[in-house]
């Protein structure tokens, strides 16, 4: 890999915010270090939207993505980048309710008690009806 985690976050979120945009829903990425969300998407006639972008490069077993409970977002983006060699990328955008819903936990007394998360080789089965969800449809 030729770029830092860092790195690979901001180009996931500015991707997300590039395609939001081109699908007719305007979006930017908010500054490093925001609260909550990375994007901020303004559908036409609508309120603003905020998104939090997560990525990961897939690999299947033990290897996770997810979000923090205390996160305050309006829908979950996730991008999912093909092993090294390989140039596809998928990204799933998924509203918070669903994700609340779908998601793994631990107990309540864990030290991860506020993290909800998903097995990165599961996201697709979970999610298949919100893969390029660039208009941001609610679906179920």
Known sequence: MSYTSKQMGDACEMLV???????????LKVP?????????AQPVGKESL?????SRTFKRGAA????QTKDVFDWLA???????????RRIFIIPRKLADAKARHDSETAKTAGERYWRIDEVERIFARY???FALAPLE
């Open 17 to 27: 915010a590039a395609e939001l945009t081109l699908a007719g829903i305007p979006a």
């Open 32 to 40: 490093d270090n925001w609260p909550g969300y990375d994007v901020i």
């Open 50 to 54: 905020r998104i939090s972008v997560k």
């Open 64 to 67: 996770y993505i997810g979000f």
């Open 78 to 88: 996730l991008v999912i980048l093909s092993p090294e060699g390989e140039k596809q």
């Open 131 to 133: 893969e390029n969800n």
